[in-house]
């Protein structure tokens, strides 16, 4: 079964006429959010427990969240798009790669907050982090939350974030 990219994330179809630079036009228009996506997700690989607890605002729940960001990040339409447009240096695309397929390969086991500060796979994925934000020119660490909305326990808007 092939799954369309394109209408999960809500583009109708071209018609027969169409062609496929409008789809990728649309995309475009989005490149800072994916951009910003790729960067946070791997941000938050450089935070310590204490830190990503102090997400708890932004990240409902930033464990689970550090595994979900940067599944999102590698939507393959939207990763694609900012080697496209240049936005990434596409000599760095199997680097991202291969930064996610460290943390696939990380034990379930140790997806806990015990393991996160002390298990030598969690210090080696923090550094390759660091040194991938440092390669893509990112010197900041503080997570972008441009994009995001935060909401009280009533549902209520207490930041609105940028529309995608």
Not at 1 to 11: A, E, P, S, V, Y
Not at 30 to 35: A, E
Not at 103 to 108: A, E, Y
Request: contains cysteine; proline residues 2%.
């Amino acid at each position: 079964m092939k799954i369309n990219l394109k209408t999960i994330f809500g583009f109708k179809p071209a018609s027969t006429g169409a062609s496929v630079d409008q789809a990728e036009i649309e995309y475009d228009k989005h490149v800072d959010f994916y951009y910003s996506n790729i960067i946070n997700s791997i941000v938050l690989y450089t935070y310590n427990a204490a830190q990503l607890e102090d997400m708890s605002e932004v990240l409902l729940n930033p464990l689970t969240e550090l595994y979900e960001e940067l599944e999102y990040a590698f939507t393959p339409v939207c990763f694609e798009t900012v080697f496209r447009l240049g936005v990434i240096d596409s000599s760095l695309k199997n680097e991202l790669f291969e930064f996610k397929n460290e943390v696939h390969s990380i034990p379930r086991e140790i997806w806990d907050w015990k393991f996160f500060d002390s298990h030598d796979i969690w210090i080696t994925i923090r550094q390759k982090a660091n040194i991938l934000l440092d390669k893509l020119g990112v010197e900041s660490r503080t997570y972008n939350e441009d994009y995001t909305s935060i909401y009280d326990q009533d549902g209520n808007i207490i930041r609105k974030g940028k529309k995608v």
